[in-house]
């Protein structure tokens, strides 16, 4: 059979002066506003609401405790004025232990950032998997370029000369067909600004999107590669 709850033990309620004591008592002890709830629930109904509050408002009447409204709630305050000062040596070794808790909070704090560098160095390294991962796709990747290195090793022909002379050709066509529109164009550009002063002209550009040839162009233009008669990958003698 299950055993049945233990009753809680009933707390004897207080009157008169007894619990006068008990509610200046534990405010002073507490040293923080209460209302007359909090004090009755938390002297575990030793002394009933309507009771604490009458003893508290009486004890702000003799000047044991302050009272102070906020809307429709009031609150209780021990008298700061009644407190004892605490003696100077207290005070003196109160400093001291906060001191010493204060450095002990700033080495944990150091400890704490070198763990939290270390926890993000572990995170940020590859696991073992990602490890043998990466070397199985590095491995993959030194075969490959092998493979292509394979032909130049044993001297065989990278470009047969049917290929070479097909990309000649098509090179011959295409750069034909590319001066062919870029006469075309300076023609009708001539024609399109002559009346148009340089900087006009310039700015007209600039707004149309017209791109000329770099530096790097015109620089292939006069090389061996666009000279009359030149082949791809060789140069004309």
Not at 18 to 34: H, Q
Not at 126 to 148: V, Y
Request: charged share 30%; net charge neutral; proline share 4%.
């Amino acid at each position: 059979m299950s055993s049945k709850p233990k009753a809680e033990a009933k707390v004897a309620v207080l009157k008169g002066q007894e619990a006068e004591d008990a509610v200046l008592a534990y405010i002073k002890r507490m040293n923080r506003p209460f209302g007359a709830v909090d004090v009755s629930a938390n002297l575990k109904g030793a002394v009933p609401k309507a009771a604490t509050q009458k003893i508290m408002v009486a004890l702000a009447e003799k000047g044991e405790l302050v009272q102070k409204t906020y809307g429709k709630t009031t609150f209780f305050v021990a008298n700061q004025a009644n407190l004892e000062d605490m003696p100077a040596e207290k005070l003196k070794k109160l400093e001291e232990e906060h001191k010493t808790i204060e450095e002990a909070n700033k080495a944990l704090a150091a400890e704490l950032r070198t763990a939290n560098a270390e926890l993000a160095k572990l995170k940020a390294t590859p696991t073992d998997a990602e490890l043998d991962s990466q070397l199985r796709e590095t491995a993959m990747k030194i075969k490959k370029c092998n493979a292509h290195l394979e032909p130049l090793r044993s001297g065989s022909a990278l470009v047969s000369a049917e290929d070479l002379a097909q990309l000649d050709k098509e090179w011959t066509q295409w750069r034909a067909e590319w001066v062919r529109r870029k006469k075309i164009f300076h023609t009708f550009w001539a024609l399109a600004t002559d009346a148009l002063p340089p900087q006009d002209a310039a700015a007209l550009a600039e707004d149309l999107g017209i791109e000329y040839d770099s530096g790097e162009h015109a620089a292939l233009e006069k090389g061996a590669l666009c000279a009359p008669g030149s082949v791809l990958g060789k140069r004309s003698r």
